[in-house]
């Protein structure tokens, strides 16, 4: 039975898997993370599915990691601590490699793990007023996404690993994410998305994302996602 924290349902063509906490502003706490992985895993049995949207409910998509979990992982001992970190890679490595389109709709604010999260994704569809922000540089750690380094040529991404945040516009205007609309148009846009994927033949999708995940594989990518939890590990001394 699949957790409340993370939903997912199919409408046609198009899977949609639902952050569901919005009291908490879709926090993420061990509990949530493992319905992550339920929801990632229903998607991807799911052979009616064409691509995958994954959205929140509330006012944020995410505002990051459950801050008294990440607290008690700094006391744990560095081999628990690398267990865990390499458990959170691997989800977020699976993602990168989903075989089938997938698309991250973000309001509010999309932090830390939640930013992890929707920059795994092959399209990023942002309201105007959202905000990226990874706060890991700021306090002395690296950042849950390993594949930064392929974006760092843009003086935008670095901007915002080093200064911990930049608006959803400036994102857009730089190509770290797909698209910006007002708020109001949110919809509309990942409608223009889901028509634009709906052309084209499925398995060519599929064909086209074993080619890419390969490139970032030759290019190193599958290093820097363990290099990653090691150092994230590390950093929580």
Not at 44 to 59: L, Q, R
Not at 213 to 223: I, Y
Request: include cysteine.
């Amino acid at each position: 039975m699949m957790s409340e924290l993370v939903q997912y349902h199919r409408d046609g063509t198009i899977g949609t898997i639902r952050l569901n906490r919005p009291e908490q502003n879709n926090e993420f706490n061990a509990e949530m993370l493992a319905a992550l992985d339920a929801a990632l895993v229903a998607a991807e049995e799911d052979i009616d599915a064409k691509f995958i949207v994954i959205e929140a409910a509330g006012d944020h998509f995410s505002v990051g990691a459950d801050a008294a979990e990440v607290a008690a992982a700094r006391q744990a001992g560095p081999a628990q601590r690398l267990t865990l970190e390499t458990a959170a890679v691997r989800r977020f490595e699976y993602l990168t490699n989903f075989l089938r389109p997938t698309v991250a709709v973000v309001q509010g604010r999309c932090v830390g793990v939640g930013l992890t999260i929707a920059m795994s994704c092959d399209f990023v569809i942002c309201s105007a007023d959202a905000t990226l922000e990874e706060p890991a540089v700021k306090e002395g750690n690296l950042p849950s996404f390993a594949l930064w380094p392929f974006f760092a040529w843009h003086k935008k991404a670095r901007e915002l690993l080093f200064n911990g945040s930049i608006t959803a516009p400036e994102a857009a205007e730089w190509g770290i994410i797909s698209s910006s609309v007002p708020t109001a148009e949110l919809e509309a846009e990942v409608g223009r998305y889901g028509e634009m994927l709906a052309l084209a033949p499925a398995d060519a999708m599929v064909w086209m994302k074993e080619m890419i995940s390969a490139t970032l594989e030759s290019r190193g990518g599958g290093n820097m996602w363990q290099e990653s939890a090691v150092y994230h590990a590390l950093g929580t001394e």
